[in-house]
């Protein structure tokens, strides 16, 4: 029986549950600090220069709303419970002032994003400060915590609530000490009416704001997407995803689930096309290539998966299609290319190609692609500037799948 190596066993034997670890560093105030390689917000600083200005300017939105309607929360809560002037001073600064000093300070440190993160356990602080200061009147209290919490769990998930929790506990603590606080939770009327607001306007500021993130980021991945399904040059499939394409209608057709009529492969390649690289440049060659991508889209249907091969080789799924319309358009595609081979478009380039009908008795998608190759290799043979069909007579004659 195989065994395992000494030293798995012990790092199996030392390594707790996953669960368990994972608990265990969010509870642990020093571990909340440590970094976790591979995690965004735990990169090196020389990675993340710059970074997280959105983020900055997306919480300084959310500041300025939420501390100037917290504004009043806390004011009622002073109200009922009535506390020293220099209580009100600060009060003020930090729902009117704060806001904008925090986003200069955030947008003017090298790492934007992580200053952003220490000023949400600064305001984590000072609410917890605010709880103390209200001698713990219930309702402003618990606004305050649950705000806080939204707040930090939206911007860094669970270690940043757990470092903003910690905060308001030990400003809570401090503060309750500093101001000899008396536990008072009963919350009168007006306390109650003034944190309505607040309750009300926050969330769904927080909400939209969350939303037309997940939207952005929607959009984000939808541009990623396109991106790593393009050949860069000629904006055509590229050919990882062409042929992810071609396994799909292959699987389809196998199965016998696909359209009513046949599905084509078509092959085609630029011929003699070193000889523009050779004459004109490497940069009139991507033109060539560029062009003829341009043809293609311009003659085939809307329907037809267009991929670039690689090089000068060009790969068309005809999708649906009846044999007379399949060769019809593929005939097409030689003279057009043949009749504007001029300066500007082609510059000499004529096209081979091959035309294979999908058939029951190919047993994977690669061999519709031999097939494809084998009667584009055919019609170079024999003298370029045409499309040959495969037939199985074709195959015979040359050994060919
Ligand atoms: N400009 C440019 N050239 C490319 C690109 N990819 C491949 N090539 C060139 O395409 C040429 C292909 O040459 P060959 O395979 O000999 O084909 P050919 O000259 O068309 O000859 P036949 O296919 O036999 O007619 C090579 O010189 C490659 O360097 C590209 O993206 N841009």
């Known amino acids: 029986m195989p065994s395992r190596s000494n030293n798995e066993q012990r790092a199996g034997s ?9 608990l265990r560093e969010l509870v642990d105030p020093v571990a909340l600090y440590r970094q976790r390689p ?3 917000d735990d990169m090196p600083p020389e990675a993340l220069i710059g970074k997280g200005v959105r983020f900055v300017q997306r919480i300084y939105r959310l500041r300025v709303i939420g501390l100037g309607v917290g504004f009043f929360c806390v004011a009622a809560g002073f109200m009922q419970n009535p506390v020293i002037w220099p209580l009100w001073l600060a009060l003020f600064g930090h729902g009117y002032l704060w806001p904008h000093v925090a986003r200069h300070w955030a947008l003017n440190s090298a790492i934007p994003y992580r200053a952003e993160r220490r000023n949400l356990v600064i305001d984590a602080a000072i609410g917890g400060f605010w709880i103390a200061a209200l001698n713990g009147n219930l309702i402003p209290s618990a606004v305050i915590i649950s705000m806080l919490s939204m707040d930090n769990i939206a911007a860094g998930g669970l270690r940043l609530f757990m470092r903003g929790l910690y905060a308001s506990i030990a400003a809570c603590a401090l503060g309750w000490w500093l101001l000899d606080a008396h536990f008072l939770p009963q919350s009168d009327l007006t306390t109650v009416l003034a944190c309505l607001p607040m309750m009300a306007l926050y969330p ?12 952005k980021l929607a959009e984000r991945s ?9 050949d860069g ?8 995803y062409w042929e992810s394409q071609l396994i799909a209608e292959f699987e389809q057709r196998s199965q016998g689930g696909a359209g009513s009529h046949q ?83 082609l510059y000499g380039c004529t096209v081979s190609a091959g035309l294979v009908p999908f058939s029951a008795d ?40």
């Open 222 to 230: 939808r541009e990623f997407e396109i991106v790593s399904q393009t």
């Open 362 to 401: 190919m047993e994977a998608h690669f061999v519709w692609l031999q097939r494809a190759d084998h009667a584009m290799y055919c019609a170079k043979e024999s003298g370029r500037d045409r499309l040959v069909v495969w037939d199985a007579s074709l195959a015979r004659r040359n050994g060919a799948p």
């Open 263 to 345: 599905a084509f492969l078509l092959l085609l390649d630029l011929d003699h096309f070193k000889s523009i690289n050779d004459t004109h440049g490497h940069l009139t060659g991507d033109e060539v290539l560029r062009n003829f991508s341009r043809l293609l889209r311009a003659a085939l249907r809307a329907d037809d998966l267009i991929g670039r091969y690689g090089g000068e080789e060009f790969v068309v799924i005809l999708r649906d299609i009846a044999p007379a319309e399949a060769l019809q358009l593929s005939q097409r595609l030689v003279e057009a290319a043949r009749s504007t081979n001029d300066e500007n478009n």
């Open 38 to 40: 591979g995690r965004a």
């Open 14 to 22: 030392r390594s707790p549950p996953t669960l368990l670890r994972r």
């Open 204 to 215: 769904l500021a927080l909400g939209k704001s969350t939303y037309e993130m997940s939207k």
């Open 233 to 240: 040059l000629t904006r055509l499939f590229n050919r990882r």
